[in-house]
């Protein structure tokens, strides 16, 4: 196994800087950054920098990382929000287009047609 020494020095003093400043954009550009060097996956990299700034009492750093890790937890659930709603919208979907298809009734195509439109709408508003 080999090892490889990557220097995030410059990086970890603008998540600093920018921590300080409570400039979470800024700190995420900083952070993006030190993935792309380390190759490492963005909830390891704030693991780590919350671990040793706790570690080494800098309480700023240590906060801007928790910030951002729970920025991170509510983007993840807004998107699993927003897939399952677009999962119920096409298993409706594909219950209307089945239903149409057993359906000789004029009227209960037209309704399940309907029903179908709104489905896309829903689909398209979470788009």
Known sequence: MFSVNTDITDQMK???KFAKQDDVNHAMDEIILICRKTMMPP???LYQIAEAANESNQIVDYQMACKIQELLDEQRN???RKSEMIED???DAIFGLKEIVKSGNPAMIKNYIEAIRLDLKQIESVL
Do not use: A
């Open 89 to 91: 919208s096409v298993n």
């Open 78 to 80: 807004e998107i699993k």
């Open 14 to 16: 603008g998540f600093s």
């Open 43 to 45: 909830r390891t990299v």
